[in-house]
């Protein structure tokens, strides 16, 4: 237990560094790159768990790290964004077009997450229990989670050329950065991504080790600590980075980081995972959610919908972001 909270504390002054790293990067790119160079490295704790947490056979576990993420990225870092930075603020403006455009994408990636499991309620032995740790599915399941996995990441190339290339300019829009203390060099914030990221990789290898044994010490079932536990600690990056511009009342950074990072978990390092599995663990891992982790998407991407659909936030909004990410997690807790 004193190995697993110990690793987990390891992970945020690591994942901490990695974002303020890739915010000075950032700072000289835009909203757009900026946004997507923090997602990048700030999901790299994320997948770098997931990653061993698959070569242990956990699949349970990384599919609940895969939903917390976007729980997490949704309601958690956008709701303290929304909540810190609106206070002594009447509201903060935000690119409605381009938030409603990662909404989009990120709605567009729960349709397809969603169909895996709905085949097996439907075709096969039904989902599995918040409890177990590893089911093994029949091939046909393995094969309909491969190729969602290759649709979702020619989704994910083709929305990097749409926000990078071919309408760039609403991604980024002119304009320019206020630097608070001396701006850190290209140079320098390379080596702190590259220290942070052998970091993280060792902090999560022994977290990840841990997690069975601490589970049960602890009482907490391993469901609950891969969909709130390892989700809080690999997103601490962005929580970190996205409370910080939306206090500065740069939302637009702050949005796309929230939205952005699960719309990479969705459409990038869920599909990655699941193609991993085949060379990674006993054996592969069909995109198959329990109940509570189907319910927890969906309504995490239909709320992130509607929040950046106005295009403006308020500090209550961000409260009631907290609250919904709450009350899941109460409900997983007593799952």
């Keep these: 237990m004193i190995v697993f909270f110990a690793s987990a504390?390891?992970?945020?002054?690591?994942?901490?560094?990695?974002?303020?790293?890739?915010?000075?990067?950032?700072?000289?790119?835009?909203?757009?790159i900026g946004g997507l160079l923090n997602v990048t490295f700030g999901n790299a704790p994320e997948l770098i768990i997931a990653l061993f947490a698959l070569g242990a056979g956990l699949h349970e576990v990384v599919k609940a790290s895969i939903v917390g993420s976007i729980m997490g990225n949704t309601l958690l870092v956008l709701g303290a964004a929304m909540f810190f930075g609106g206070i002594g603020r009447d509201r903060q403006r935000f690119d409605r077009t381009a938030a409603s455009a990662q909404s989009s994408m990120l709605l567009l990636a729960a349709a397809a997450l969603v169909m895996p499991a709905i085949f097996e309620l439907?075709?096969?032995?039904?989902?599995?229990?918040?409890?177990?740790?590893?089911?093994?599915?029949?091939?046909?399941?393995?094969?309909?989670?491969?190729?969602?996995?290759?649709?979702?990441?020619g989704s994910y190339a083709a929305g990097l050329l749409f926000s990078l290339k071919t309408h760039r300019d609403l991604f980024n829009p002119a304009g320019g950065h206020d630097e608070d203390g001396e701006p850190w060099s290209v140079r320098r914030s390379v080596i702190a991504l590259a220290i942070a990221g052998v970091a993280v990789g060792v902090m999560s290898e022994i977290l990840v080790g841990s997690i069975s044994d601490a589970a049960e010490q602890i009482g907490l079932s391993e469901f609950f600590i891969g969909v709130i536990v390892v989700a809080i600690v690999g997103n601490a990056a962005e929580h970190w980075v996205a409370v910080l511009v939306a206090v500065k009342d740069k939302m637009?950074?702050?949005?796309?980081?929230?939205?952005?990072?699960?719309?990479?978990?969705?459409?990038?390092?869920a599909p990655v995972l699941v193609l991993t599995s085949y060379v990674l663990g006993p054996h592969p891992m069909a995109l198959v959610f329990n109940g509570f982790e189907l319910g927890g998407i969906l309504l995490a991407i239909i709320i992130a919908n509607h929040v950046t659909n106005e295009g403006e936030s308020t500090w209550y909004e961000g409260l009631q972001l907290l609250a919904v990410y709450l009350v899941l997690a109460i409900a997983f807790f007593a799952a």
């Design 252 to 269: 637009d950074l702050a949005v796309n980081i929230a939205i952005g990072s699960s719309a990479q978990i969705a459409l990038f390092v």
């Design 122 to 153: 439907v075709e096969g032995r039904g989902l599995p229990q918040p409890g177990a740790e590893i089911v093994d599915y029949d091939s046909t399941v393995e094969w309909l989670s491969a190729a969602v996995a290759v649709v979702l990441i």
């Design 9 to 32: 504390l390891g992970v945020i002054p690591t994942a901490a560094l990695m974002g303020r790293a890739t915010e000075e990067l950032a700072a000289r790119s835009g909203p757009g």
